[in-house]
């Protein structure tokens, strides 16, 4: 089961790009990576999931390296609304051996 | 499209008591999974139902049990309710048996006394 650490906090500022990383050094070859965003009182939104190399969506991007160790999630121009937590999971798509994060804390800053 | 319901939204209990809480997801979806979301342990997995069958479960005592009927509704229930049960509960639905593009309800906020 891959173990996953993040950052606990981050602050930015509004326009600024942010990149949040994930490490997952025991990753294994059918895991996947899916971020997810959650403000309180909220349950987590999905953003974005990728396998390797890189996944762009609207709202964001994914960068993975090839070995697949650590992952990057990238927010573009961020604002205020994007403050919130971020986690990361790193599991199969079969649904038995996957892990969130612990969460990493944004505060975007005017 | 409507998104994932839960209710109740809140809910305090006694301990030694049980409760049940409901989740309907996504129109289509047919995987339904349920979470435990406490400050000091995060995310934690409880179980998934697929076609009204569980398919997966977390690491969590059995007085932790859930359904799910042909509609793709479930429910969870939790007997013997302990102090440590108090948390957010969340339920998550999704297209496919393991998929972790999941659609996340607001959650039922559980508080035992």
């Known amino acids: 089961l891959a173990k996953t650490t993040q950052p606990i906090s981050m602050d930015s500022y509004e326009g600024q790009e942010v990149n949040i990383t994930c490490s997952h050094n025991n990753i294994a070859t059918n895991d996947y990576i899916t971020w997810y965003q959650q403000f309180p009182s909220q349950g987590p939104r999905f953003i974005i999931q990728g396998y390797k190399t890189k996944v762009t969506n609207e709202v964001a991007s994914l960068f993975i390296p090839a070995d697949r160790k650590s992952s990057t999630l990238s927010l573009p121009r961020v604002s205020l609304s994007d403050t919130a937590v971020y986690y990361c999971?790193?599991?199969?798509?079969?649904?038995?051996?996957?892990?969130f994060g612990p969460g990493t804390r944004l505060s975007v800053l005017p | 499209k409507a998104g994932v319901t839960q209710t109740p939204r809140y809910l305090i209990k006694t301990r030694g008591q049980q409760v049940t809480l409901s989740c309907s997801p996504i129109s289509g979806h047919r995987s339904v999974s349920w979470y435990q979301q406490t400050p000091g342990q995060g995310l934690q997995f409880l179980f998934e139902?697929?076609?009204?069958?569980q398919r997966n479960k977390g690491n969590f005592p059995g007085r932790f049990s859930g359904r799910q009927f042909s509609n793709s509704r479930s429910e969870m229930n939790v007997s013997t309710l302990e102090l440590g049960d108090s948390a957010l509960y969340l339920c998550?639905?999704?297209w496919g048996q393991g998929d972790h593009e999941q659609y996340f309800g607001p959650g039922t906020r559980l508080t035992v006394t």
């Open positions: 139902y697929f076609s009204e069958t």
């Open positions: 999971l790193v599991g199969d798509n079969y649904g038995q051996n996957f892990v």
């Open positions: 998550a639905s999704s």
